[in-house]
């Protein structure tokens, strides 16, 4: 099922617009900084690929500028997140504290 054109699907925009806001105010990156790594931290890049892709197909469904600019933005944040915990999965393999007993 694709996404209708946005001027006649009103629910689409209300859907998005509203994740959109959530993915804004749920963002705790000075929390999510202090904390020791842990495999988990990953679910946070799944929330932000979602988005992404919802901002890039509104800007093809839409054709608005806005859209195509919030997509790249948010494309670049979530290149740099997974870039990032790709880099402290890395780490904390080789010094082995990776699938420990707790």
């Not at 495999?39 to 890049?45: K, T």
């Not at 839409?62 to 919030?70: D, L, Q, S, Y």
Request: hydrophobic share 55%; with cysteine.
């Amino acid at each position: 099922m694709k996404l209708q054109h946005a001027e006649s699907d009103v629910f689409a925009r209300v859907l998005y617009y509203s994740g959109l806001f959530l993915t804004l105010l749920l963002t705790q990156t000075g929390r999510f900084a202090r904390l020791n790594f842990a495999l988990s931290w990953w679910a946070y890049s799944f929330p932000l690929s979602a988005i992404t892709v919802a901002t890039l197909v509104m800007a093809q469904v839409t054709g608005e500028p806005f859209f195509a600019w919030v997509g790249w933005v948010l494309l670049s944040l979530l290149s740099g997140v997974v870039a990032y915990l790709a880099l402290r999965t890395t780490k904390a393999v080789m010094a082995g504290k990776i699938c420990q007993p707790e």
